[in-house]
């Protein structure tokens, strides 16, 4: 069955780094465009990056744009996100998604996205 773990969470010093991975099994990652989202409590889900298929085509809110790197490894069939300069409001529990087949990468939206990971909690705290 198709499953989405996240792994790399933890708590880290603002202006700190964080590398999030996304392992993918049950289905063929290079046929699809992969996204990451991010809750922090209290808030709604919200889009934070999304990579093309090829890796070619990359989507950034403009909250992390900049600073966020998404990646991918279709032969390790994982999925990265390279969080560096990290600042208190990006604490929330981070999420990978798949998105459904044939959709262009672009703004994230829930509803564009058929697998969710369980999500893994990033906290940035001094």
């Known amino acids: 069955q198709v499953q989405l773990v996240e792994s790399g969470g933890g708590l880290v010093q603002p202006g700190g780094s964080l590398r999030l991975s996304c392992a993918a099994s049950?289905?063929?990652?290079?046929?699809?465009?992969i996204g990451w989202f991010r809750q922090a409590p209290g808030k709604e889900r919200e889009g934070v990056s999304c990579?093309?298929?090829?890796?070619?085509?990359?989507y950034y809110a403009d909250s992390v744009k900049g600073r966020f790197t998404i990646s991918r490894d279709n032969a390790k069939n994982t999925v990265y996100l390279q969080m560096n300069s990290l600042k208190p409001e990006d604490t929330a529990v981070y999420y990978c998604?798949?998105?459904?087949?044939?959709?262009?990468?672009?703004?994230?939206?829930?509803?564009?996205?058929?697998?969710w990971g369980q999500g893994t909690q990033v906290t940035v705290s001094s």
């Open positions: 990579i093309s298929r090829s890796g070619q085509g990359t």
């Open positions: 049950g289905f063929t990652l290079s046929y699809y465009n």
């Open positions: 998604a798949r998105m459904r087949w044939g959709l262009r990468v672009g703004v994230p939206s829930i509803a564009d996205y058929d697998y």
